[in-house]
């Protein structure tokens, strides 16, 4: 089946520095890429929306300038958290439309800024 | 119009069981009802999904209710077992691509 691998699983990073997560779609073309953020214990809630070749949607009261969204090609997506802070510790997680009308998720990233 | 309303947040079950849980959402554009079950530290993983042209979908011990007219799904989970104590999220789907997802219902299933 479809297959999204998101990496890295988990980090920690300081206050202050930028991480990079990237999710490629393995065995399918993603043209759109969905990043999804989960506080523990609550619910997934999207983010934006990344569309290969264009720019990224977000959704209200996500900081396009602080999450940097890149899709450059129909396999990747990243997010980069600039700048992290203590609170956007979270689990982080994508999701692409997969070729059989389903929605494949990454296994998701935990970051904790410390 | 964009939510998915959950219920219950949480169930305890003895092995054996049917647990059941109910989402109700408000947007009739929606076409798209899949089913996640999600453990501690890991993505949530589809485990079934219906259309609205059904009323019924079973996929092993996993079962979708559909009430178009009441735009109410439920999931049931047959001779449920210890193994199936997760987090599970209702979401719907439209056209705009993006899923909505329910609070999410923690069950356990006591041995």
């Known amino acids: 089946g479809a297959v999204v691998s998101q990496h890295p699983s988990r980090v920690i990073c300081k206050s202050g520095t930028s991480v990079k997560i990237e999710c490629r779609s393995l065995d399918f073309q993603a043209t759109t890429m969905f990043w999804y953020r989960q506080f523990p214990k609550q619910s997934l809630m999207l983010m934006a929306t990344?569309?290969?070749?264009?720019?990224?949607?977000?959704e209200q009261g996500v900081e396009k300038d602080k999450f940097l969204i890149n899709h450059a090609s129909l396999t990747l997506s990243t997010l980069t958290v600039t700048s992290a802070h203590p609170e956007d510790s979270s689990f982080y997680i994508c999701?692409?439309?997969?070729?059989?009308?389903?929605?494949?998720f990454g296994s998701g990233t935990r970051l904790t800024v410390v | 119009q964009q939510q998915v309303k959950q219920s219950p947040q949480s169930l305890i079950v003895q092995k054996g069981g049917i647990p059941i849980i109910n989402c109700a959402y408000e947007n009739t554009a929606f076409d798209y009802f899949p089913w996640y079950q999600q453990f501690p530290g890991k993505g949530p993983a589809l485990l079934i999904a219906i259309r609205p042209d059904v009323s019924e979908k079973k996929e092993g011990r996993f079962t979708i209710s559909f009430n178009k007219s009441a735009k109410q799904f439920s999931l049931h989970i047959m001779d449920s077992q210890p193994g199936d104590s997760a987090t599970y999220f209702c979401a719907a789907g439209g056209s705009q691509g993006n899923l909505i997802f329910g609070k999410g219902t923690k069950l356990s299933v006591k041995p």
């Open positions: 999701s692409a439309p997969g070729p059989s009308a389903g929605y494949t």
């Open positions: 990344s569309n290969e070749g264009s720019k990224a949607t977000y």
